[in-house]
């Protein structure tokens, strides 16, 4: 594992959790927001509120609702807000301010290794890492269900979907990036998403830098893309866009 996702790790099994569980009674569905996007010519594009990352230099001061508000009204299908304060810049506060102020599905973008974490926020989607969860996934999966959240559980391999598929996960990420060496190949997307499950729920994550990038996923199996430096970058409206009509 890469030194910054070890750290990363490290961090996450410190950090505490909610202080009471939460219960998500109208979690918006992610992919009801995809077929609206399909059915009126967009491609679906869940848009990411990233201020910085162990990839990226520096890091954004710019208000998280404003870059949130600008993506919607840019297109997109839903939006991905971290909620890791260490190295991402997150803060469950932008999670919420953010669900408050649009109307599509907020993915909760975070490091999350106990049930307790879940209970930081009340999120209409969370993502569960396969490589972090081990055994723990499919209680994890569960955990979150019983709370009324959507699950995106994030693979790597041929390996880790399998065990995404036996924890009965419906919203499948395949992520570009390698969590080992933090080094981006879209070849991934296309070597993983053939065995996923028809009527899983896929998206392509990481590394979508350009219109043709986005065609490339989706010309895999995309049913979504997940984008973050490449809206984060310049003016965000205008990058999601690019890729909505991509
Ligand atoms: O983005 C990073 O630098 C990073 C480093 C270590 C672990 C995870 C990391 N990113 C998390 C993500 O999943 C991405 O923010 C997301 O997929 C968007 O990726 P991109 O479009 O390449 O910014």
């Known amino acids: ?23 998500v009674d109208d979690a918006r ?10 059915a009126d010519g967009r491609t679906p594009v869940v848009a990411e509120v990233k201020p910085t990352s162990p990839t990226t230099e520096g890091e954004t001061d710019r208000d998280p609702v404003e870059l949130a508000e600008e993506m919607v009204a840019g297109g997109a299908a839903a939006l991905s807000v971290l909620t890791e304060p260490e190295h991402f810049g997150g803060s469950v506060e932008n999670y919420e301010r953010v669900r408050e102020a649009v109307d599509v599905p907020v993915l909760r973008k975070d490091f999350l290794v106990t049930e307790a974490q879940l209970d930081a926020v009340a999120a209409d989607v969370v993502l569960l890492i396969a490589r972090f969860l081990g055994d723990e996934l499919a209680p ?7 709370r009324g959240m959507q699950v995106l559980v994030e693979v790597h391999s041929e390996d880790e979907l399998e065990r995404a598929v036996d924890a009965g996960a419906e919203i499948i990420g395949v992520n570009n990036r390698d969590l080992a060496a933090l080094e981006v190949d879209l070849g991934t997307f296309e070597r993983v998403a053939p065995a996923v499950p028809e009527d ?47």
Request: hydrophobic share 45%.
């Open 1 to 23: 594992m890469a030194p910054a996702v070890r750290s990363i790790l490290d961090a996450a099994r410190e950090r505490p959790g909610g202080d009471s569980r939460v219960a």
């Open 29 to 38: 569905s992610l992919p009801a927001a995809f077929a609206a996007a399909e």
């Open 140 to 146: 994890m999966v569960e955990a979150a269900r019983e």
């Open 200 to 246: 899983a729920t896929l998206l392509a994550e990481s590394g979508i830098s350009t219109p043709a990038d986005a065609r490339r996923m989706r010309e895999a199996g995309a049913d979504g893309l997940l984008i973050g430096t490449a809206i984060m970058d310049g003016d965000p409206r205008e990058n999601t866009t690019r890729f909505v009509n991509a």
